[in-house]
């Protein structure tokens, strides 16, 4: 049975501090207070520090030995590398095609991703070997929008998208040469049900073919920032 305990006269920069681990865990205040106490509780801390005589917490520090290595491919701005790195990743290579996302990728992480992935994909022992492979490959190909302009103009979509659909072959050419334990892709919603779950069947079995195993999810980023934008992140 779980109690009620208030805390009165709690010093500024522990409510400093709890506030800002709020905002980098999307926690609330009472979840931020009860996972410290739950991990002291674990570690038997309270025979290292007076935890209950006066409230404050121990931060550790980020340790020179990063628990696991990725590569940023499809890079745009670092979305993938900001949120793996905020868990302790270290990213080892990363790679975009468009100029301006470069530009700013390199302002936020101080390199420059390399170009086009069809060339990296011809050469891709160059690449460092990782323990995880995140991608967002191209979305527009697939996607409700993207396909229907594509039909509207007479275009191909899909894998028949011969500058940005079929980019997942590259994508799998790198991952078969490579063969990371875990691989994250990204992509829209569509892209199960396009072409009548055919592109879905495609990918799957490609990936299954090279030994990995399919976790999709359809996520919906409404409960971090506002508006729907259902994604399908999947891990192998």
């Not at 700013?104 to 492979?133: C, F, M, N, Q």
Request: one cysteine or more; proline letters at 6%; glycine letters at 8%.
């Amino acid at each position: 049975m779980s109690k009620q305990l208030l805390v009165r006269k709690v010093p500024n920069d522990i409510c400093t501090w709890i506030d800002r681990q709020r905002g980098l865990t999307n926690m609330s205040q009472q979840e931020v207070v009860l996972s410290v106490l739950g991990r002291a509780v674990q570690d038997d801390l309270e025979a290292m520090m007076p935890l209950f005589s006066t409230p404050h917490v121990i931060e550790k520090a980020v340790p020179d030995s990063l628990p696991f290595t990725f590569i940023d491919l499809f890079a745009g701005i670092g979305g993938f590398r900001s949120a793996l790195q905020h868990l302790g990743g270290r990213c080892l290579f990363s790679s975009e095609w468009d100029k301006y996302s470069q530009k700013t990728y390199k302002a936020w992480y101080g390199d420059t991703p390399d170009g086009d992935i069809r060339e990296i994909a011809k050469k891709p022992s160059e690449i460092p070997d990782h323990d995880v492979l995140a991608a967002g490959f191209p979305c527009q190909p697939f996607s409700i929008a993207g396909v229907s302009k594509r039909q509207s103009l007479g275009m191909a979509h899909g894998f028949e998208c011969v500058t940005q659909g079929n980019l997942f072959f590259q994508l799998a050419t790198i991952i078969g040469a490579k063969r990371p334990p875990v691989l994250f892709l990204e992509n829209v919603k569509n892209l199960q049900s396009h072409d009548q779950g055919r592109t879905w069947r495609v990918i799957s079995e490609t990936l299954k073919d090279l030994n990995y195993w399919v976790f999709p999810q359809v996520i919906d980023a409404a409960g971090w920032v506002p508006q729907h934008r259902q994604r399908v992140p999947y891990l192998f």
